[in-house]
C-alpha cells in the first residue's frame, strides 16, 4: 500500500495531489511529531534534568521496557542510570528517532496532550495512543496509526512553531524524502521504519519556489526495517524527486505564502 499527499505550505490550500490520502499506515517514528509538539507545548521546563531510566507504563497497565536493537540511536542508552536536561532527549527523539528517548519524553507529557496535538491538528483518521514497544498495548488492540493527509495537517500545524521545525530539519536519516531532493535544500521532516513500513512527511523550503508538504506512506514487502539502507527508502527518494521537479504546479494554487520559518541559531 502506497499513500502520498503534497500541499502548499499555506494554511488555507488543499492537496494537489492524493493518491489513498486517508489509508491507515503503522506510524512507526512520525509519532514522534505529536510527543514532540505535546511536551513543547505542555510548558515543561525543558532544561529540567530527568533521570534517564528503561522503565514505562503500558496504557493497558504494568510496565514495558524499549530493546536497545531495536533503537537507532546509542546515545541515550550509554546515559542509563544518569539524568539529563529533557531538552536533550527531545532532540535525540526527533535528530536520531531515539526510541528511549521518546518514551521518556512521553513520560514527561500525557497521552491526552498527544491526542490533542492531533485534534488541533485537523487529523481525521491519525491516532499515536501508546508508546513505542508497548507491545503489551499492541497485543490488545492498542495502535499509533497514521494517514498521509493527517500527517501533513500534522506538520501544517507546527506553522507558528519555527523552533520544532528547525529540529526537524536536524533529522539525520536523509535517505528517503531528503534524498530526492538537490544539496542543501531545506526540509524539516521526521520518517519511520521498520520491517513493511516505510513513512516520511516533510516541509520542503527551496529559494526559488514556495514551500510546499510532502507525506508518503509505504506499506510492503520492500521496507527491510533498516533505518538508512531500506530499499523503502530509494522509493521515497524517487517520488520526492518526481515532486520537486514539479514544484512549480504545486505551489500555483496557493494565493500567498507564509514566511520561511528560519533556521535555529543553536
Known sequence: MLSVVVA???????????????????????????????????????????????RFESVVGGEFGNDPDWDSDP?????????????????????HSSNLATNLC?????????????????????????????YAARARGVHNRVSAHDLVRLLRSLAGEPELLALLEQNDFRVDLAAGLPANTRIAFKNGWFPGVRLSVG??????????LIAVCYTGPLADGTDRTDPAARLLAR????VWDRRDEITARAPSTRPVPPRSAG
Request: with cysteine.
Open 106 to 134: 512521553l513520560a514527561r507529557t500525557t497521552q491526552q496532550a498527544v491526542a490533542d496535538v492531533w485534534r488541533r491538528a485537523g487529523a481525521t483518521r491519525s491516532a499515536t495512543p501508546r508508546g513505542i514497544e508497548d
Open 239 to 242: 517520488i520526492s524527486k518526481a
Open 8 to 54: 502548499p505550505w499555506t494554511g488555507d490550500s488543499k492537496p494537489v495531489f492524493v493518491h489513498n490520502p486517508d489509508e491507515l499506515h503503522d506510524a512507526a517514528s512520525t509519532m514522534k511529531v505529536a510527543v514532540l509538539a505535546a511536551l513543547c507545548r505542555s510548558g515543561v521546563n525543558l532544561d529540567a534534568e530527568v533521570p534517564v531510566v528503561n
Open 75 to 95: 546515545l541515550p542508552w550509554e546515559l542509563l542510570g544518569t539524568h539529563v536536561p529533557l531538552r536533550l532527549l527531545a532532540e535525540r527523539m526527533i535528530t
Open 203 to 212: 516541509l520542503v523550503q527551496s529559494a526559488d519556489c514556495p514551500p510546499y
